[in-house]
């Protein structure tokens, strides 16, 4: 049904944008830039926290297993 703009529709885009935004379309687009960054940002912080919770978790059950193998051993 749709897709990605062509050629043609991008120029037209482009136009609309500078009819817009004018001399500020420069500024508009580092904020966006920037916008974009701390985004990332973020993600990456939150796929760091996942994992060191993930990592954690996983070495509380392997030092359980020990002292339960110890536990039964004596």
Known sequence: M????GGWEWLIILIVALLIFG??????????GRGIVEFKKGV???EEE???????TTQ???ETEKDTTK???K
């Open 2 to 5: 749709f897709s990605m703009p």
């Open 50 to 56: 996942v994992e060191d919770s993930s990592s954690k």
């Open 44 to 46: 990456k912080g939150v």
């Open 60 to 62: 509380k059950k392997i």
């Open 23 to 32: 001399k500020r379309l420069p500024e508009v687009m580092k904020s966006l």
């Open 71 to 73: 536990q039964e051993n």
